[in-house]
């Protein structure tokens, strides 16, 4: 009789237990669902970025709710298109580096690759969508924030953007298929935004491409009403309400749009060493402060970082969006293992940990990094570790 009282006794805690977790489990989700927040009018769909506190950057169940969200978006024949923005005074500031931080702190490698997986496939799936897509890039727009944007089909920037690929000051690379889209803007205007990690605001970013239309922020809900009221799938109808209710704009006389010619001349150059070279001369002979600034700049940047990211842009102009994201994965996979330098977690510790702004480079110079080091981040991973699956048979980019 005992017994079989402590069995019930058992069951019943066990059974509490069973209880607790599942509502444990349930809150969490539900709090990673409120992260990115559903609006459905009619005959499209808006995906809400609503992690305002942290400028929306993404994180492992962001970016995994997206991609369940569109892939079932897509195979619904009553939504003809979808819209993206973020909440508060960002789009999105880029991939949740902190929280990476931590993970590779508690030698918990697996989470990390997990993230880039899931927000990798994510950028896929958007580059090969087969509706309309409009990201409304309000506000901060940075790293994997024009990743989870720009290879859709439209972007309007505002009077509040700011875009950015600041990797290389974070000890990383220009990632989340910044080695595609860089690499087709003007000249080489990429190679300077991927080295320098130099701001663009919404203006520019329509004169270079990466954005498609320009809205003053206060005409921004009047946009959003006219498509809520849209019923199509035509991307031409879209067009025209963007154009209708968007504002013409040209970049002003400071802009670096008007300085493509010394962009170009500069940052034309096979290695980093002769571009910090050739600014170095027209510093001297223009004694423009812009050339001034740019030098300093790639003196603030991880000189590992450097080196790699200008052979990822000039990789990605020849490649497609499926193998410039697999590369970056390989690429990805190098700078978080530490194996070739600790710069991705000393960059996010001395600009976003510790904000100290004192990262200790390693190695310290350009002239310490190898060639070896270097080709080593472009290595095809070891027979144990799996490469990036994208469905390139079912699903090709058309981007």
Not at 239 to 262: K, M, N
Not at 300 to 310: G, I
Request: negative net charge.
């Amino acid at each position: 009789m005992a017994m079989q009282r402590r069995t019930k006794a058992v069951q019943r805690l066990l059974q509490q237990m069973a209880n607790h977790h599942h509502q444990q489990r349930r809150q969490l989700s539900q709090t990673h669902d409120h992260n990115v927040l559903v609006e459905g009018n009619g005959y499209s769909r808006l995906a809400l970025l609503n992690r305002s506190s942290a400028l929306n950057a993404i994180n492992t169940s962001m970016a995994g709710r997206l991609h369940k969200l569109y892939t079932s978006w897509e195979d619904n024949p009553d939504i003809g298109f979808l819209m993206l923005k973020g909440s508060g005074r960002a789009f999105a500031a880029g991939g949740d580096i902190v929280t990476l931080y931590h993970f590779l702190k508690q030698g918990n490698m697996e989470a990390c690759k997990e993230f880039f997986r899931t927000i990798y496939s994510f950028i896929y799936l958007l580059g090969t969508y087969l509706k309309p897509h409009v990201a409304l890039l309000n506000g901060i727009t940075m790293g994997g924030g024009a990743g989870i944007s720009i290879p859709g089909t439209f972007r309007v920037a505002t009077d509040k953007t700011v875009f950015a690929t600041p990797e290389v000051l974070i000890g990383f690379h220009p990632d989340a298929a910044a080695s595609f889209y860089l690499s087709r803007l003007p000249g080489h205007l990429g190679e300077y935004l991927a080295l320098t990690g130099e701001k663009l605001n919404g203006v520019e970013m329509v004169a270079c491409g990466l954005a498609t239309h320009y809205s003053l922020l206060a005409r921004l809900p009047l946009i959003e009403e006219q498509l809520g009221k849209l019923v199509t799938d035509d991307p031409s109808v879209i067009e025209t309400t963007l154009e209708q209710y968007g504002d013409l704009v040209y970049p002003d006389s400071s802009s670096v749009l008007q300085r493509l010619e010394i962009v170009d001349k500069c940052f034309c150059h096979d290695t980093v060493e002769e571009i910090v070279d050739a600014l170095e001369v027209a510093a001297s002979e223009t004694k423009e402060p812009w050339c001034i600034s740019t030098l300093n700049r790639l003196k603030e940047a991880s000189p590992l970082s450097l080196k790699v990211s200008l052979r990822s842009i000039r990789e990605g102009r020849f490649q497609t969006l499926d193998q410039c994201l697999l590369r970056e994965y390989r690429m990805t996979l190098q700078a978080i293992s530490k194996q070739i330098s600790g710069d991705f977690c000393e960059g996010v510790r001395a600009r976003m940990v510790d904000k100290d702004m004192a990262a200790k480079w390693d190695p310290p110079t350009l002239e310490k990094v190898s060639q070896d080091m270097v080709d080593q981040y472009f290595l095809p991973l070891s027979e144990f570790e799996p490469d990036l699956e994208l469905p390139t048979k079912s699903r090709e980019a058309f981007f």
